[in-house]
């Protein structure tokens, strides 16, 4: 098929990349995917509810002659720039895979207040806290309305042409974020656990997870599969998936380390904590991040944070109804 639009590209046959842009957003775009089917299509992530991505999307499905009626979904993880626009695109017969612990999350009516609650612990102020729900992706550009999803679990199967696609469940940069496998055709559909441009971001944000250790195990299970092409969620496909995994765990190692060395000044708070770590963003001190990147910086010291004392390198006491790490043995 030729196609005349650059956010389209042929991966595999009918199977299509869909770059759809995140204006003013530092990862820049989402990648949807697309396999076109003679019964239903199925559509890989979405884009955020937001008018700029409707209309590249629908640029896209008018280019490629896309039915949305006969076109159902598959959510890699419960963001907003990966299922924000569902909302818009889905239609009265349209099938919405996801999983358990996303959904769980996005319909608990304490989600956010939970979240506020344990970083306002965590050392982020109070008066910081207003600006980043102005600017908060998630916040704003979230899907809206009730959605019915079909649950998948690790192991289940999706059918569609010549592509066989296997679920793998990996928890890490969401607790049910999950990924599909096509093990003929040696293609992982990723969505944010391997990115090759970017690292993709570990949050804590409720007390009883530890999502770093989820991802390492995560980034381990996928170092199992056979996999030639990874297609992730943002920037660029690419074919070195074990290369890139162990980069990302030497980067996660780097990280903890980094924060180890932050606290043996003495004993200080996540926010604190985020404010002296190196972050690859283009700012030149932790006072000139916008609030909304501090919020992402706290939540990535905190996951890192929580690692180290479930590893009893850091402990933590309370002071002030403030949550302090310390190093074990100081
Ligand atoms: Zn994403």
């Given at each position: 098929m030729h196609l005349d639009n650059h956010l389209i590209e042929e991966i595999l046959p009918n199977f299509y990349k869909l770059e759809i842009p995140l204006p003013r957003n530092?990862?820049?775009?989402?990648?949807?995917?697309?396999?076109?089917?003679?019964?239903?299509?199925?559509?890989?992530?979405?884009?955020?509810?937001?008018?700029?991505?409707?209309?590249?999307?629908?640029?896209?499905?008018?280019?490629?002659?896309?039915?949305?009626?006969?076109?159902?979904?598959?959510?890699?993880?419960?963001?907003?720039?990966?299922l924000g626009l569902v909302s818009n695109l889905k239609?009265?017969?349209?099938?919405?895979?996801?999983?358990?612990?996303?959904?769980?999350?996005?319909?608990?009516?304490?989600?956010?207040?939970?979240?506020?609650?344990?970083?306002?612990?965590?050392?982020?102020?109070?008066?910081?806290?207003?600006s980043v729900f102005n600017e908060h992706p998630g916040y704003k550009y979230g899907s809206r309305g009730d959605l019915s999803f079909k649950i998948l679990k690790e192991g289940d199967i999706i059918n569609i042409e010549d592509y066989t696609f296997e679920c793998i469940e990996t928890p890490g940069h969401s607790m049910g974020h999950m990924c599909l496998y096509e093990p003929y055709k040696?293609?992982?559909?990723?969505?944010?656990?391997?990115l090759s441009d970017i690292t993709p971001t570990i949050q804590l944000r409720s007390d009883g997870e530890n999502p770093l250790k989820e991802y390492l195990a995560s980034l381990d299970k996928v170092n199992e599969l056979d996999v030639d092409l990874v297609l992730p969620g943002h920037r660029s496909i690419f074919r070195?998936?074990?290369?890139?995994?162990?980069?990302?765990k030497h980067h996660h190692e780097r990280r903890t380390d980094e924060i180890l060395s932050i606290l043996e000044k003495g004993s200080q708070n996540a926010y604190q904590v985020a404010s002296q770590m190196n972050w690859d963003i283009p700012y030149d001190s932790w006072d000139l991040f916008p609030l909304v990147q501090k919020w992402f910086a706290t939540g990535e010291a905190m996951a890192h944070l929580k690692y180290l004392e479930d590893n009893e390198m850091v402990r933590r006491e309370l002071k002030e109804q403030k949550i302090v790490f310390f190093l074990s043995g100081k």
């Open positions: 530092p990862l820049k775009a989402t990648n949807s995917y697309l396999i076109k089917a003679s019964e239903r299509n199925l559509m890989i992530d979405t884009g955020m509810n937001r008018k700029e991505c409707m209309n590249a999307m629908q640029e896209c499905l008018g280019e490629l002659g896309v039915d949305l009626r006969k076109t159902d979904f598959f959510i890699t993880h419960l963001h907003a720039d990966h239609t009265e017969t349209s099938v919405i895979y996801f999983n358990q612990p996303d959904s769980d999350r996005i319909k608990s009516i304490t989600r956010w207040d939970d979240m506020i609650h344990f970083t306002l612990m965590n050392g982020f102020p109070e008066n910081e806290l207003h040696k293609v992982l559909v990723a969505g944010d656990h391997i070195n998936c074990k290369e890139r995994i162990q980069e990302l």
